[in-house]
């Protein structure tokens, strides 16, 4: 979208000779008034089809290349960025939050999307002249993944656990479940409380809230040390919580 100036000039020739206007078959007249059905006269039967001139995703993708060479990505410190080079005032303009370039595919092309159906092509005056892109019905519908996508721009992380978040939400008490290798990918307060203690008392491991391998393998060891069990060995439940964090 490096030209917002103007829109493109058209130009509509005539000439040849016309005939007689004819008036209109009922299928014509169908088609003028709904602009997606195609009556099938004699059969009873109806088709839906894309509105006449509707611009299809196949536009964008042109455009897109053209533009960009379909770079969702790309800034090149001209005051443009992303696969259809909106610059920043447009995009905020359009209701979206941060910088194209940093937009998800989904969120930039709904935008393009957007602005077409307000301005049509005249935001991308060259690259829709030099492609011939002349349709003027609605633009193709949304991927249907934009509200999340906007959603989760518009969220904020939440923040990295820490030793003084996990005790504030945890403190010494044994939450009822069981510290367990399966939660290797998930960060924890618990585990990262139990960890932190476990550093405490001279074992070596990662402080990170995910009980994996290495957590079990402690939690294993330190059971055959002292005879305390949860059943399940690297396993810890109330009985080595008990133990470790809350003695």
């Not at 009980?211 to 059943?231: H, N």
Request: aromatic content about 8%.
């Amino acid at each position: 979208m490096r030209s917002h100036d103007r829109d493109p000039v058209r130009s509509t020739g005539r000439g040849g000779r016309h005939r007689a206007a004819q008036p209109p078959s009922t299928a014509t007249r169908v088609l003028r008034t709904t602009g997606a059905v195609t009556a099938l006269v004699g059969t009873g039967l109806a088709v839906t089809a894309a509105p006449a001139g509707a611009a299809t995703a196949d536009d964008f993708a042109r455009l897109r290349q053209c533009e960009s060479g379909g770079n969702y990505a790309i800034n090149t410190g001209n005051g443009f960025y992303g696969a259809y080079q909106f610059d920043q005032r447009t995009w905020t303009g359009l209701g979206y939050p941060g910088r194209p370039d940093q937009a998800p595919p989904a969120m930039q092309d709904d935008a393009a999307y957007k602005l077409y159906d307000s301005r049509g092509w005249s935001p991308w005056p060259a690259c829709s002249n030099k492609l011939g892109l002349t349709r003027n019905g609605p633009a193709p519908e949304s991927s249907g993944t934009i509200g999340d996508a906007v959603e989760q721009a518009l969220t904020p992380a939440e923040p990295p656990m820490t030793l003084e978040r996990a005790r504030s939400q945890v403190g010494t008490n044994f939450g009822g479940e069981a510290l367990n290798v399966g939660m290797g990918d998930e960060v924890r307060a618990d585990a990262f409380v139990w960890q932190a203690e476990m550093r405490e008392r001279k074992f070596v491991l990662t402080v990170d809230g995910k009980f994996g391998q290495e957590s079990q393998g402690v939690a294993a060891l330190y059971s055959y040390l002292t005879r305390i069990s949860d059943g399940q060995p690297g396993v810890v439940g109330q009985n080595l919580w008990s133990a470790t964090v809350t003695s």
